[in-house]
Nanobody, 113 residues
C-alpha cells in the first residue's frame, strides 16, 4: 500500500489549500482514512477522519474550516482547508486503516501571519 500526499505549501493567514492523498494497492472506499498533522516539537494529532460509512470526525480546532472528502473513482482523499491560521502550520500526513496502518510521506503546510 502506498499513499501519495500532495498540495502543501506556503499560504497567508485566511487563505486556503487543498491536500490530496492518492492511494495505490488499497481501496479508500473500504478503508478508514485520516489526515493527521505534526507541528515542530509536538505530537502527531488527528485533524480529520473519514470512515467507510462516510462518517466524518474533526478536531475541534479545525471544525467549520476543514473538510475531508473522497473521490472513489480517483482513489483519492482530500482535505480542504479554509481560513487557515498560523497555528495550522505543520506537516500533514494521510493515514489509511485502523489496525493495519499505512502513512503517506507528509506534506508541509506553512501559514504566515
Amino acid at each position: 500500500v502506498q499513499l501519495q500526499a500532495s498540495g502543501g505549501g506556503l499560504v497567508q493567514a485566511g487563505g486556503s489549500l487543498r491536500l490530496s492523498c492518492t492511494a495505490s494497492r488499497t481501496s479508500i472506499r473500504s478503508s478508514y482514512m485520516g489526515w493527521y498533522r505534526q507541528a515542530p516539537g509536538k505530537q502527531r494529532e488527528l485533524v480529520a477522519s473519514l470512515g467507510t460509512g462516510g462518517n466524518t470526525h474533526y478536531a475541534d480546532s479545525v471544525k467549520g474550516r476543514f473538510t475531508i472528502s473522497r473521490d472513489n473513482a480517483k482513489n483519492t482523499v482530500y482535505l480542504q482547508m479554509n481560513s487557515l491560521k498560523p497555528e495550522d502550520t505543520a506537516v500533514y500526513y494521510c493515514r489509511a486503516g485502523l489496525y493495519r496502518i499505512y502513512w503517506g510521506q507528509g506534506t508541509l503546510v506553512t501559514v504566515s501571519s
